[in-house]
Structures are given as structure tokens and as C-alpha cells.
């Protein structure tokens, strides 16, 4: 069976995507053609699948990011610095600058700073694994359906799927507590909510359009909850998510 080869990059991110693949045995008709945390390995060069973590936030990640793209046949976006922009793109406009100044100072920063955005901004990225890191099975799922010629099957429905499918009470509805399992993509088999802790988010908003911020908005504010309180819990991992703001605002016009 013919070989299927990798790259596996980082741009500016935790580098917790990578050691979550790291940690996977790989089946022997992987190839790692290029993964520098692991071994420097190679310079960037041809490959069947790039799987690129972290968020576009310096020139030099644009660079690199185009770099990667043109020579991988397939591109998927690793991680929700990858899908979503991560936490690091949550600081936009006067307080992105106010940020840098307060944490760089007046230092002769080398590299060309700027807010942390999906790469899907930048580059065409034919397939997303969310997560933050990705899941083990997930991973694996990707890996051995390009390995096979396949192709892997995005999820499109949320976290709460998985979170009445295993039984677990819903604590948004019993305890008022800001679950945002509506609005996230599954996968993580509703992790947090097995232990009674609400879903921040983590894996990013739903795709196609179909994360409705509006609606969940509006029932966090039946129970009592502010425009404020609501926003600065959507935005961790919704800041970049085409009219989030816009969404949750006219629940309060
Ligand atoms: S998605 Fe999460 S684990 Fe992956 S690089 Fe970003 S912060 Fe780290
Ligand atoms: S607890 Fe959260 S994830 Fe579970 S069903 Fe309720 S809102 Fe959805
Ligand atoms: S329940 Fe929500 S916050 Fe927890 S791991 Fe899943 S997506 Fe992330």
C-alpha cells in the first residue's frame, strides 16, 4: 500500500494539537515528512496531508501558512487556533495594540504582531478537526480515512447531541448554569458535562451557519443573565464567527 505522507506544522498556538498527535502510535504507512516539534524534521516540502495548528498571528505564520499550502494536496485545520482563532483572537482592534504595547513594551519586537485569526482567512483549508486539543479517536479517524483514499466526515451537530445521549441532566435547563453545548461542535462526547461542568466552547462554534447565538442568547437572558456576562463567555471561542456580536445584540435592542 502506498505510503500516505504528512506534514505537521505549528503557527502561533499552545502546541497541544501536535503533542496530542504525538502521543498516537501511527500505523507504519504514515510518513512524517515534515514535524518539526518532534525531530526538525525536513524543510517544508510536498506532501498528500498538512495538518496545520494554531492561529495566523504574525506575518511570518501568513508566510509559512501560504508556504504549506502549496505544497500539500490536502490542507486540514488542526485545533480551534486553526478553525477559530483560538483565545488569542478574542483581542481586536485599540485593545489588541494596547495588549502588545502593555506586554512588549517599547522592545525591538522582530516579528510582525497581529490579532490572531483562522487560517481559513488566509489559505483555502479543505477539511476542519476541531477541538482544543482535537480527540485521540478523532485524529485517528482523519488519519486512516486519508490513508485509505477516503475522506473523513465533519461533525455539524452539537455538544448537547452527546450530552442527553449519554444521560447526562442538563445543567442550563436544572441548575441556570451558561452551557454553550447549543452552539459548539461535538465530539469531545460532552467531556465537561459528565462532570457537571458547563461547555465553554472549546471546540468552536458549529459550522454552516447553523451556531445560533441569538437563540441561546435570548434564554441565558430569560434567566437573568447580562449582555455582558453573555458576550464575555461567547467570545472566548466565538470572537471570530462571522456575526456573533451582531446576533447576540439585537437579543438585547
Ligand atoms: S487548539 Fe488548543 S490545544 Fe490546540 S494549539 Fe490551540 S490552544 Fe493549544
Ligand atoms: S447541559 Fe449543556 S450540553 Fe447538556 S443538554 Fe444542557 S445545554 Fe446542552
Ligand atoms: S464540553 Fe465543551 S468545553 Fe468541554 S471539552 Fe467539550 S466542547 Fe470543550
Redesign the pocket.
Same mark, same amino acid.
Not at 190 to 193: F, G, Q
Not at 199 to 203: F, L, Q, V, W
Given at each position: 500500500m502506498k505510503k500516505l505522507k504528512i506534514g505537521v506544522h505549528g503557527l502561533t498556538s499552545c502546541y497541544g494539537c501536535q503533542l496530542k498527535m504525538a502521543s498516537l502510535k501511527l500505523a507504519e504507512n504514515i510518513e512524517i515528512v515534515y514535524w518539526n516539534m518532534l525531530s526538525s524534521k525536513g524543510e517544508i516540502g510536498k506532501v498528500d496531508v498538512a495538518f496545520v495548528e494554531g492561529s495566523v498571528s504574525t506575518g511570518e505564520d501568513e508566510e509559512e501558512l501560504k508556504k504549506i499550502r502549496e505544497n500539500a494536496d490536502i490542507l486540514v485545520a488542526m485545533g480551534t487556533c486553526a478553525t477559530h482563532g483560538g483565545v488569542q483572537g478574542v483581542i481586536f482592534g485599540e485593545d489588541y495594540k494596547k495588549c502588545f504595547k502593555e506586554i512588549y513594551g517599547d522592545n525591538n519586537i522582530e516579528f510582525d504582531g497581529r490579532i490572531g485569526e483562522p487560517i481559513k482567512k488566509y489559505v483555502k483549508v479543505d477539511y476542519n478537526l476541531p477541538g @482544543?486539543p482535537p480527540e485521540e479517536d478523532e485524529i485517528l479517524y482523519y488519519l486512516a480515512t486519508f490513508a485509505l483514499g477516503s475522506y473523513p466526515e465533519e461533525k455539524d451537530y452539537p455538544?448537547c447531541a452527546e450530552c442527553r445521549r449519554n444521560g447526562y441532566p442538563c445543567i442550563l435547563i436544572e441548575k441556570n448554569k451558561p452551557c /454553550? #453545548?447549543p452552539l !459548539?461542535v461535538a465530539g +469531545?462526547k460532552? &467531556? +465537561? /458535562?459528565k462532570y457537571g461542568i458547563e @461547555? !465553554? #466552547? +472549546? &471546540?468552536g462554534p458549529l459550522p454552516h451557519n447553523i451556531a445560533w447565538f441569538d437563540s441561546l442568547a435570548r434564554t441565558f437572558k430569560e434567566r437573568g443573565m447580562s449582555k455582558e456576562f453573555i458576550k464575555s463567555k461567547m467570545e472566548i471561542f466565538g470572537k471570530q464567527y462571522e456575526n456573533m456580536e451582531e446576533l447576540i445584540n439585537k437579543v438585547f435592542e
Open positions: @482544543c455538544v /454553550l #453545548g !459548539t +469531545c460532552a &467531556r +465537561c /458535562l @461547555c !465553554t #466552547g +472549546c &471546540r
